[in-house]
């Protein structure tokens, strides 16, 4: 993938995630991590190679036609993006009548979301009277709320204590086990360690490592900047 | 398998949420509407001066009229047949027969005190003669009128004061120019300026714009609460810049009345329909067209 600007943000990245998978996708700032976000949530277009996500080939998807892709995803970012004027019910529900939900739809499934990430009580509080691991759980309910097939979380503990994060990662493992395929992009090593998931490690824009069971490889980084 | 959700939305859920959005975001739709009514007052109220100003001109030229004197040896049957051929001619907007008799006594009226020095003046040996005031449609062309009137047999003389309609049909044009040219800077200036407000609105709300794209909201679904706010809001301050344009418009008319009283204004009741409509298509245009272009920038995700 090559942007406007010249810059080769990920290439030679060959992989495969099944349905049903947990993994964790790894590598320090400007690795090419985001971009390859971007390129699976139809963002950006590959300047070569194929990505299909979900039957959807990145590549000659007309721009009408990505909606429909986003519709079987979930994503959740660091920084939970909540709409701070509406109360969490809303925040979820938004998500369901974005694409066209009905009201009886959502009111039926909007509570058994909430249930899962465990917000039943804080349904009608605004996000900014909420703790950042509360507020990351009404970003995953949101994420969940269209029952996607994929959902991919972008740094979704970077704002988080070790605690919370802990418990936020249980919760993405009880997602997985429901049948949501989970793409969890991090830089926190004590976090993969503790799950035993796959772990791809991206670095410049390559795919150095891919390994089941928490393992990965590790190479000592050659510039200050790569951290993991 | 391509998965594509059945829509449910319906019209309602826009409507809602597009009056929601008006209150929500409750300074910038006070914002917009300031703009929007302050804009069409100022530009409405420019093009109302200059359309009553055209109108003084339009007047003007018509009482320019041209005098057409006829050939004294003409019975008063053969000078009324004449008005046929004088109104045959395309430019001729009326024509109006004053017989000499007629015009002896009105000069006579005219005269007053002094009338006396028309004594011994009767139809038998008036001076005057048999004549045609004439209004033209089209002030421009009275060189080639007055041609076409003069080549009638009948017609022994006419008196047109040139000068002065070639003077009104010149400040005509300059003031049409001048006054289109401050109505299409004050419109532009005004949709700068409204978009602008626009755009500042759109801003406050590009996380929330970011937040549907990435669920999978179409285009469309994010656009339409857009339109029926922007419409809404568009019609609302289009109403209120009639109301105030009707205000500032009779005051106005009152001001010039007092200075000038030849100056009358047209009555406001007799274009408040067409001031109405063009307030309110013109609110809507803004309103409506501001958001969508401007929601396109933030759709781009």
Redesign the interface.
């Known amino acids: 993938m090559v942007y406007e600007n010249g810059t080769r943000a990920v290439k030679k990245a060959t992989l495969r995630i099944d349905e049903g998978e947990f993994v964790f996708l790894v590598g320090s700032s400007g690795s090419g991590k985001s971009t390859l976000i971007k390129l699976l949530t139809g963002e950006v277009r590959p300047t070569e190679g194929r990505i299909v996500v979900n039957n959807y080939n990145i590549g000659t998807l007309k721009k009408r036609e990505v909606p429909y892709l986003r519709r079987t995803l979930g994503v959740v970012f660091q920084d939970f993006r909540l709409i701070e004027k509406k109360t969490v019910y809303e925040n979820v529900a938004f998500g369901m009548r974005a694409v066209g939900a009905s009201e009886r739809a959502i009111r039926k499934r909007v509570p058994y979301v909430l249930e899962l990430v465990g917000l039943t009580e804080k349904k009608d509080v605004r996000p900014l009277e909420l703790s950042g691991g509360e507020q990351q759980r009404v970003a995953i309910a949101r994420a969940l709320v269209n029952n996607p097939r994929l959902i991919i979380a972008d740094e979704p503990t970077g704002n988080l204590d070790p605690a919370r994060s802990l418990e936020l990662m249980t919760l993405f493992e009880k997602i997985n086990e429901l049948g949501t395929t989970i793409l969890i992009v991090t830089h926190e090593k004590e976090l993969v360690d503790k799950f035993a998931k796959r772990v791809i490690v991206i670095d410049r824009g390559e795919i150095i490592s891919d390994q089941t069971g928490g393992y990965y490889k590790y190479e000592e980084p050659d510039t200050e900047s790569y951290q993991f | 398998?391509?998965?594509?959700?059945?829509?449910?939305?319906s019209f309602s859920?826009y409507w809602k949420e597009g009056l929601k959005n008006i209150f929500?975001h409750g300074f910038m739709s006070f914002a917009a509407i300031s703009i929007i009514l302050a804009c069409l007052l100022i530009t409405g109220s420019v093009a109302l001066i200059s359309y009553n100003i055209d109108l003084k001109i339009v007047d003007l030229q018509k009482q320019s009229e041209i005098v057409v004197f006829l050939d004294d040896n003409l019975t008063l049957d053969e000078a009324r047949g004449v008005e046929g051929k004088l109104l045959a001619i395309s430019n001729v907007a009326t024509a109006e027969f004053r017989s000499a008799d007629e015009a002896l006594t009105d000069f006579r009226d005219s005269l007053g005190k002094n009338a006396d020095i028309l004594e011994g003046f009767d139809s038998a040996n008036n001076p005057l003669a048999n004549e045609y005031h004439i209004t033209l449609k089209d002030v421009t062309r009275t060189a080639e009128t007055v041609e076409a009137i003069d080549k009638l047999p009948e017609v022994a003389r006419h008196r047109v004061n040139e000068d002065t309609i070639s003077m009104l049909v010149k400040v005509q044009r300059v003031f049409q120019i001048v006054s289109g040219a401050l109505v299409i800077a004050l419109g532009l200036i005004s949709i700068f300026i409204i978009s602008n407000t626009v755009k500042l609105a759109m801003f406050t709300r590009r996380?929330?714009i970011?937040?549907?794209?990435?669920?999978?909201?179409?285009?469309w679904?994010i656009r339409w609460p857009f339109v029926i706010e922007g419409t809404v809001l568009g019609l609302f301050a289009g109403a209120l810049a009639f109301f105030a344009q009707w205000g500032v418009y009779s005051k106005l008319a009152g001001v010039v009345g007092g200075v000038l009283p030849s100056f009358d204004f047209v009555p406001f009741a007799s274009i408040r329909l067409l001031v109405l409509g063009v307030f309110l298509i013109a609110g809507v245009v803004v309103g409506v067209g501001g958001s969508v272009l401007t929601i396109r920038r933030f759709m781009d995700?």
């Open positions: 398998m391509k998965n594509r959700t059945r829509n449910h939305t859920y929500l996380d929330e970011a937040i549907q794209k990435m669920v999978g909201a179409t285009n679904f995700v």
